[in-house]
């Protein structure tokens, strides 16, 4: 079998797959059966493919974002050469691997694997964001969108575009904090001024107040001429001895 090329009537030439096969008769050769077969809407497929390839190489290559296509399994195949500053892997490292070999735990269980099952299903889905661990072990926030590469039907890649979203996701968690320390806050002022006293109103609004800005204990001090003063202290969940208070008090301050 090998391929070679015939020149039409009218000059054309036409790419043809040519098999032959002796013809024995009485036990001797006596001809050669060839078969020629027109392969020109192969040789045009496989051309638009490797052009598609380039394409997609060349823009994957000079994009900041990390493009990666995968096997139906999630198996790297293709890795771009941003995964070397976003992750600190070369491509090389990572084609063969399986991604989930890089997930936070967590994210793989739930958000990603969800992902994963709609693709496979030949499903695009919306952007994800999960954490994915770089080769120094440190997780970094990755948004990705994904979708099918279908033929005849069935998946036979999936393509992933990720970015890193960590700056982001930092920025999200300091904004829902002040948030809920100004709720937390505003809450206080009012048990405060709704209170008989303030040691009733610090009993109530502290726990809130501990919840806002995680802390195990908050302590209020008294401040007068002979210096500053334990004058309540809470702890979370955790009941003290008020001689057990002023250790923890005596401690917080050495």
Known sequence: LYESEFISKSGQR????ISSRIIHKDGQPTGIHVTARDVSFQKKSQQELAK??????????????????HRPNGDYIYVSSAAKPLLGYDPEELIGRSPYDFFHPEDAKSTVRLAHEQNSAGFNTPSVQYRYRRKDGLYIWLESVSQPILEEGEVIYIQTNSRDITDRK???QKLIEKDRLSSALATASRVLLEQNTLLEGLEICFPEL?????????FVIRADVKGPSLFHIWCDAVPFSLKLKQQLFQQSGS
């Open 14 to 17: 036409i790419p043809v797959e």
């Open 170 to 172: 930092s920025d999200e």
């Open 210 to 218: 501990g919840a806002a800005v995680q802390a195990e204990s908050l």
């Open 52 to 69: 598609s390839e380039a394409r997609f190489r060349f823009l994957s290559e000079y994009a900041r974002d990390m493009v990666c296509l």
